[in-house]
């Protein structure tokens, strides 16, 4: 087997952080090796065969050797120091050395390590499909004495896991007050080439890209749809766009939403199912934490600007169950001038 290339640390990064980045790495790896094996030798039947409800959302048969896989890094993690980590499926876990050396449970989060955020599989219906890629979403942050809110995470992963037909997968590992690293590598872990600074362009267009608003929930698409054309339609009368060069896409997973964005591919997507159940005093199934915290790290340090539907900076306490809207731009030119028309469009809807 090919010995793995050791990775250069991201630009910005502190030395705790340097220290846990290759475990977070390995983590990823672990995760994306226990999902393939189950995908190549299953079929989607027995993928998509429903589990039941974890403590975030619905539990998937491909979702168990992605759960499995943490909870096996987990123990190996604790036997060295204490850490907390969250999951989809189990929330918070707090674990550390026993007396003899063996992982304990801890009480809480005030042990002294580092907190990590964690969706295994981020895009569970795509890859059960083998249509898309998932990715997992992680975010790690430094010791603390409570739960953690984004504000508080400093470290960014958005790690795919690809499609049966593969032959590589891409990663992005961001820092908060650094830079967001693209790394690509070969099935069998060897990078294909040099690990490099992702940052988006400058370009502040209103038309020939994709502009997306997410519509996974079937009970709001009509009030999204009304939205979204609304937005356009602003775009037209106001700022001369083109109605023929806007392109849509509704990739089920909000990790590889921001993926594309950090990357250029969209040029704005929007989820806003949280915002609009809230305002219709109505339940659907919305965005987590766990889903994006560690994307939006990422999307953020390589330039994106990616904010609460109002505008205002995006926050909100890393756990299993607070519901989450989003939009994230190219960049802060893009924001600037585009967002005024969607908070227009969306004071319309009150």
């Not at 608003?213 to 009368?237: G, H």
Request: glycine share 8%; aromatic share 8%; hydrophobic share 40%.
């Amino acid at each position: 087997m090919a010995q793995k290339r050791r990775l250069a640390p991201v630009n910005g990064t502190t030395q705790l952080e340097d220290t846990w980045l290759p475990h977070l790495r390995e983590l990823c790896d672990d995760i994306r090796s226990a999902v393939s094996r189950v995908v190549a030798s299953s079929q989607p039947a027995e993928l998509s065969r429903i589990l039941g409800q974890g403590a975030g959302d619905i539990s998937f048969g491909i979702d168990a050797p992605a759960e499995l896989a943490a909870a096996a890094w987990l123990e190996t993690r604790a036997r060295t120091g204490p850490l907390s980590l969250l999951t989809e499926e189990r929330g918070w876990q707090h674990r550390g050395p026993g007396p003899s050396g063996e992982p304990v449970e801890l009480a809480d989060f005030d042990h002294g390590g580092p907190r990590i955020c964690l969706d295994p599989l981020d895009g569970t219906r795509n890859l059960m499909m083998d249509l898309r890629s998932a990715f997992t979403v992680l975010a790690w942050a430094a010791p603390g004495s409570g739960q953690p809110r984004l504000a508080d995470a400093s470290l960014g992963l958005v790690s795919e896991i690809p499609t049966g037909n593969s032959q590589s997968y891409s990663r992005l590992v961001g820092q908060r007050r650094g830079a967001c690293q693209l790394e690509t590598f070969a099935l069998s872990g060897q990078p294909l080439c040099a690990a490099s600074d992702l940052r988006v362009d400058d370009c502040v267009s209103v038309d020939n890209g994709y502009f997306c608003f997410f519509r996974f929930s079937p009970a709001l698409r009509p009030a999204i749809a009304t939205l979204e054309a609304a937005f356009f339609a602003r775009l037209v009368a106001l700022e001369g766009a083109r109605p023929d060069s806007w392109y849509d896409d509704q990739y089920c997973s909000n990790g590889a939403q921001l993926f594309l964005t950090a990357r250029g591919t969209y040029r704005m997507v929007a989820d806003l199912r949280a915002h609009l159940a809230a305002r219709a005093g109505s339940e659907t199934v919305t965005a987590k934490p766990y889903d994006l915290a560690g994307a939006v790290i990422c999307a953020q340090a390589a330039g994106c600007s990616v904010t609460a539907p109002n505008g205002t900076p995006l926050d909100f306490p890393l756990d299993a169950t607070t519901p989450v809207s989003f939009v994230a731009w190219a960049n802060s030119a893009s924001a600037d001038r585009l967002a005024p028309h969607l908070l227009a469009c969306l004071a319309d809807v009150d």
